[in-house]
């Protein structure tokens, strides 16, 4: 099984800033990945599939790059919608799995 | 715009099987080169994928729950429906039907509201 570490786990920042999270995949996936924003008790909203492009409706400011097994989601100002949990998602193969979740956090 | 929709007992006890649908609509599950997946979220912690299905009745299942799970899709009634049988509390979750774009650019785009389904006696 392929497994997905993202980091950090939580992440404070302000509104305006410019954060970035990581996602490390035990082996290389290509592009084949994924990330969500997930609010409480809501569904997760996919924002970028094929690690960099960007799902329609989906802000600007939202962008993803990496391959192989390194990947990160660029958030370029923080805006008060923003503050929720990101999971990266890979699909390599037949299967799925999930990183953990950063929580992204008001400072 | 499509919509997806859980339903199912909120409660099951240890050891029967967990039975949810998933209702499609704005849409036809037969349309297109979509498939149907379920992803679950126990409390607190990461999204766990379950196993999805084609409208071929086409499976791909995850290996950690294969030996409990069926996953079968009914084009007439467009839905598709997920069975997981010995459940134990730790099938406790949120559980999440999602239109999966596996034969596309991947991800999930569309996802139900999620149901949480409680393993208890």
């Known amino acids: 099984d392929i497994q997905m570490t993202q980091s950090p786990s939580t992440l404070s920042a302000s509104v305006g800033d410019r954060v970035t999270i990581t996602c490390r995949a035990s082996?290389?996936?290509?592009?084949?990945l994924a990330w969500y924003q997930q609010k409480p008790g809501t569904a997760p909203k996919l924002l970028i599939y094929?690690?960099?492009s960007l799902e329609s409706g989906v802000p600007t400011r939202f962008s993803g790059s990496g391959s192989g097994t390194e990947f990160t989601l660029t958030i370029s100002s923080l805006q008060p919608d923003d503050f929720a949990t990101y999971y990266c998602?890979?699909?390599?193969?037949?299967?799925?799995?999930f990183g953990q979740g950063t929580k992204l956090e008001i400072k | 715009q499509v919509q997806l929709q859980e339903s199912g007992p909120g409660l099951v006890k240890p050891s029967q099987t967990l039975s949810l649908i998933c209702t499609v609509s704005?849409?036809?599950?037969?349309?297109?080169?979509?498939?149907w997946s379920w992803i679950r979220q126990p409390a607190g912690k990461r999204l766990e994928w379950i196993g999805r299905i084609y409208s071929s009745g086409t499976t791909h299942y995850s290996p950690s729950l294969r030996s409990r799970l069926t996953i079968s899709v009914d084009t007439s009634k467009n839905q598709f429906s997920l069975k997981l049988s010995s459940v134990t509390a730790a099938d406790t979750a949120v559980y999440y039907c999602?239109?999966?774009?596996?034969?596309?650019?991947?991800?999930?785009?569309?996802w139900g509201q999620g149901t949480l389904v409680t393993v208890s006696s």
């Open positions: 094929k690690a960099s």
């Open positions: 998602q890979e699909y390599n193969n037949y299967s799925v799995t």
């Open positions: 999602a239109r999966d774009l596996f034969a596309d650019n991947g991800g999930f785009d569309s």
């Open positions: 704005g849409g036809s599950i037969s349309s297109g080169s979509y498939y």
């Open positions: 082996q290389s996936i290509s592009t084949w």
